[in-house]
Structures are given as C-alpha cells and as structure tokens.
Nanobody, 122 residues
C-alpha cells in the first residue's frame, strides 16, 4: 500500500505564506496524480491542487494564482506553496494519491494522509 504524511501546517497571518510538504512511501509505482485537498469545519472537502505524473497541474478556483503545487520524484514528495493566505484558507489540508487513468474525480484518490492544520489569523 501507499502511505502519505503531511507536514508544514501551522499558524500564519492573513496575507502571509506557508509551504506544505507530503512524503509518499510504500508501493507507489502506479501512482499517477498527487493532490492536495482541504476541509474546514462544517464544509465539504474540496480540491486545492493536483499534479499528474507528467507534471500537469490543476487548481481549485479559490486558490488559483495564489497557490502552487510541485513534486520531487527523487525524494517522493509533493509540496503546496501557499501565498497571500486568506481567512477562508484555514482548514485541515490532506495529501492524496490516485492510481487510476484519469484522476479527475475526488473518489479516484485512493490513498490519503492524516492531514495538517492550517490556521490563518488577522
């Protein structure tokens, strides 16, 4: 199986920046896309950003232009650089991996990390 462990969450002021990391381990040979999702209390889990094995990226509308996803295939890590953070960005952020062909639906992401908390203050 595949294991994912997030790190880098914490408290940041609105307008500030934070970089999340996710370490991928286990039987990850067939992993296609890696993605970041987030879930705030009382809200549904939503896609933040995704990156394919070929390096193609996609972003949720609310973070486009502010967040950047990247991956390091040598170290088996995926990152999320978050800039210009807003109050509405506060959430638990999850790293996830997909091993299907398309990886366009949330339910295609089979493997999930434990989450890392991002808190945004005034």
């Amino acid at each position: 199986q595949v294991q994912l462990v997030e790190s880098g969450g914490g408290l940041v002021q609105a307008g500030g920046s934070l970089r999340l990391s996710c370490a991928v381990s286990g039987s990850a040979f067939n992993i296609n896309a890696l993605a970041w999702f987030r879930q705030a209390p009382g809200k549904e889990r939503e896609l933040v950003a995704a990156i394919s094995s070929g390096g193609r990226t996609g972003y949720g509308d609310s973070v486009k232009g502010r967040f950047t996803i990247s991956r390091d295939n040598v170290k088996n890590k995926v990152f999320l650089q978050m800039n210009s953070l807003k109050f509405e960005d506060a959430a638990m952020y999850y790293c996830a991996a997909c091993d299907t062909l398309m990886c366009v639906r949330q339910n295609e992401y089979k493997y999930w990390g434990q989450g890392t908390q991002v808190t945004v203050s005034s």
